[in-house]
T-cell receptor, first 111, second 112 residues
């Protein structure tokens, strides 16, 4: 049973445009959400996080939105750059403070 | 500040053998996590160690085991290797329980 789902395995976006990566979760006990970026042959790198008490968190070009009623979060990257091309994982944790990861979305930013 | 390090980078084993993977967390981090990323799949949680104790394990058979040493480094052992154990094994550490996890580059295990 996948508690964290990323339904789009891949996404292609033109450089300078907005990239929107989506993530859905089923466990209502999750209260902390994170996004990681992974380049080939490297470990995932932490990008941005959001607590369930917020609905938006911004860090430079990256913004994460949380819709608790829909159990949905999204990562917006504006403007997208070729260096953003990577696999993006969303992750969630609850009281156990153990991360559950989605299956990832391959983002390709076209120059 | 040095990041999470893992060794070896690559490991090739034969079915039935044992594999040992090592991880050194960021200095000051006491929690260490192990994940498996099989080809085409997301990160599957394996084990979590904190202050030398196993805190939780994922849905993996008992032949996946590990330990955490007094210096907070950790070892993952996989016994009786099977072909489907071929994967990238990632180690992560965090400063506090539930905090952001920082990942190492991984160990690519190939079982032939």
């Amino acid at each position: 049973d996948q508690q964290v789902k990323q339904n789009s395995p891949s996404l292609s976006v033109q450089e300078g445009r907005i990239s929107i990566l989506n993530c859905d979760y089923t466990n209502s006990m999750f209260d902390y959400f994170l996004w990681y970026k992974k380049y080939p042959a490297e470990g995932p790198t932490f990008l941005i996080s959001i607590s369930s008490i917020k609905d938006k968190n911004e860090d430079g070009r990256f913004t994460v939105f949380l819709n608790k009623s829909a159990k949905h979060l999204s990562l917006h990257i504006v403007p997208s750059q070729p260096g953003d091309s990577a696999v993006y994982f969303c992750a969630a944790s609850g009281s156990a403070r153990q991360l559950t990861f989605g299956s990832g979305t391959q983002l390709t930013v076209l120059p | 500040e040095a990041g999470v390090t893992q060794s070896p980078t690559h490991l090739i084993k034969t079915r039935g053998q044992q594999a040992t993977l090592r991880c050194s967390p960021i200095s000051g981090h006491t929690s260490v996590y192990w994940y498996q990323q099989a080809l085409g799949l997301g990160l599957q949680f394996l084990l979590w160690y904190d202050e030398g104790e196993e805190r939780n394990r994922g849905n993996f058979p008992p032949r996946f085991s590990g330990r955490q040493f007094p210096n907070y480094s950790s070892e993952l052992n996989v016994n009786a290797l099977e072909l489907e154990d071929s994967a990238l094994y990632l180690c992560a550490s965090s400063l506090e329980v539930g905090g952001e996890q920082y990942f190492g580059p991984g160990t690519r295990l190939t079982v032939t």
